[in-house]
């Protein structure tokens, strides 16, 4: 196999980012950690390592010998890896520019100590307990943008760190149009009754040992290497973190009734963790491996989320696994197990939703994210704001913060304009699913014989192989000649819930 890249230039630009790469790969690890075992005082030492690893990370990203390579690079002949090399690192110079190291170092401090304090504040349900908090982040959020820079919206700056290229001239129309369209075709499958609000299924208690066999046996089907790049933990709320393209692992959590929850869950972080084993190997210890973005990062796992683990095929293909481990099963048929992954009601919690409303959770999220940022909104309103925009939108009101403010991680992670990347992802896994039934037309006659391999080639051909080289927008064009499109989504939704 020939080498990706054979500049020279480049190459010494490599052999510096080891060590950025490095610190990186520690601070994953430490982050994987304080999730999956750190005992609840750890914090206090971890959060101080994650911030000084953060100004480290910083200053060989400036390094000015660094960042004269980077820059002499541009003026070079280069593959279109190299150039992908060279445009990730000129963002991630630009971003470590921006912000001063104290800066880097009290965002780091305060994010760790948040996640904690909202862990407990949840737990507890008392929104007084994260309140500050989430002041201090919104604060240090609004900074970060000024740091930035900015055409428009501040709320833009924050927005490009995480989908690259993404404003609200972009996501405006978008999340209007599904606004407009969604809440009559819910009104409609809540009047038809053929999918069911609620389901006996939801208030089946399952042991957990069991649950996690079924879990394990799922991810062997789809050929999660376990054991050899993978493994499955348990955490507050289910994740994937890529130490390296060989160290891939993610986490779901069990609360011992409504299995759907962390089934679906681990065959979400699947999705996740399939984009990034999937990469070409000669990308590693460089910048451009990795998903490149959290769109097109979400679009793989609702691929498998929802367009693989709620079809009526994969009911039938899980079936045997689920009876042979969960003895309640023998009461319910594949059929029954389909409309219980596909129950439709307007519900509190974002990670529990269906495909239905999914989207009015991350509407109302964006919404009050560019108050913050555009407008200043304090902590101390964001909870009734909250609740009025959930009654508005799905007409229930949370009646506590854990199901309502205080259900998500993200703000306590002090990643605001993460959000919509989540309906980037909705949507284009619908797109994936027109695009991938047009390739393999007996794609669902697959997906029933657990014959995944073509599946995960296609992806591995369209996506996956990329790793960052070209931006979101242009990986799009590349590979399927069009961006973000939400008739797709549309048109899906009324296909199967109205069809």
């Excluded at 797109?431 to 073509?454: H, L, M, N, S, W």
């Excluded at 080639?457 to 939400?486: A, I």
Aim: proline fraction near 5%.
């Amino acid at each position: 196999m020939e080498e990706v890249f054979q500049n020279e230039v480049i190459k010494q630009i490599l052999l510096k980012y080891r060590t950025i790469w490095a610190i990186g790969h520690a601070q994953s690890v430490l982050g994987w950690d304080m999730e999956v075992n750190m005992p609840k005082e750890g914090i206090t030492e971890r959060s101080v390592a994650q911030g000084e690893l953060s100004v480290l990370n910083q200053k060989f990203i400036l390094e000015p010998k660094f960042v004269e390579l980077v820059e002499k690079a541009e003026g070079e002949d280069l593959n279109d890896y190299e150039r992908g090399v060279v445009r990730v690192l000129k963002r991630s110079i630009k971003i470590a520019k921006a912000f001063p190291p104290e800066f880097v170092r009290e965002m780091s401090e305060v994010r760790s100590k948040a996640t904690m304090a909202w862990a407990e504040a949840k737990q507890k349900n008392d929104f007084k307990l994260f309140e500050p908090y989430l002041d201090k982040i919104i604060e240090l959020s609004r900074k970060a943008a000024d740091y930035l820079g900015y055409d428009e919206y501040p709320y833009d700056a924050l927005l490009d760190l995480y989908e690259e290229g993404l404003r609200i001239r972009d996501l405006d129309p978008i999340f209007e149009k599904l606004e407009k369209d969604l809440k009559p075709i819910l009104d409609r499958i809540l009047e038809e009754g053929k999918f069911p609000k609620e389901h006996p299924l939801e208030k089946e208690k399952y042991d957990i040992e069991a649950m996690k066999k079924v879990n394990l046996e799922i991810l062997k089907l789809f050929g999660y290497p376990l054991g050899t790049r993978g493994r499955l933990d348990v955490s507050p709320h289910p994740f994937t973190t890529e130490f390296g393209i060989k160290d891939v692992r993610i986490t779901t959590r069990y609360e011992g009734f409504d299995f759907k929850r962390t089934l679906l869950a681990v065959v979400h972080e699947f999705g996740h963790a399939l984009y990034e084993l999937q990469q070409d190997e000669r990308f590693m210890f460089s910048p451009i491996a990795g998903g490149v973005s959290l769109g097109i990062h979400e679009s793989q796992s609702r691929f498998w989320e929802n367009i693989i683990g709620r079809s009526r095929e994969f009911a039938e293909l899980v079936y045997p696994i689920l009876r042979d481990n969960l003895p309640f099963i023998s009461n319910y048929t594949p059929e029954d197990i389909y409309y219980y992954f596909n129950t439709v009601r307007p519900d509190f919690i974002r990670v529990e939703a269906d495909e239905v409303t999914y989207n009015m959770h991350i509407l109302l999220r964006y919404k009050l994210e560019k108050l913050m940022i555009n407008e200043g909104l304090r902590a101390s309103e964001v909870a009734e704001l909250w609740n009025d925009e959930m009654e508005r939108l799905l007409g229930i009101r949370p009646k506590t913060y854990s199901e309502g403010v205080l259900q998500d991680i993200h703000w306590a992670h002090a990643t605001i304009g993460y959000f919509p990347t989540y309906t980037l992802g909705t949507l284009l896994a619908t797109q994936i699913r027109a695009y991938i039934t047009k390739d393999i037309p007996d794609f669902y006659e697959k997906v029933q014989r657990g014959e995944f391999e073509p599946i995960k080639e296609w992806l591995r051909e369209k996506v996956h192989k990329y790793g960052s080289v070209y931006p979101p927008k242009e990986l799009l064009e590349r590979s399927f000649g069009e961006g973000v499109n939400p008739e797709y989504f549309i048109e899906y939704l009324k296909e199967k819930y109205l069809g």
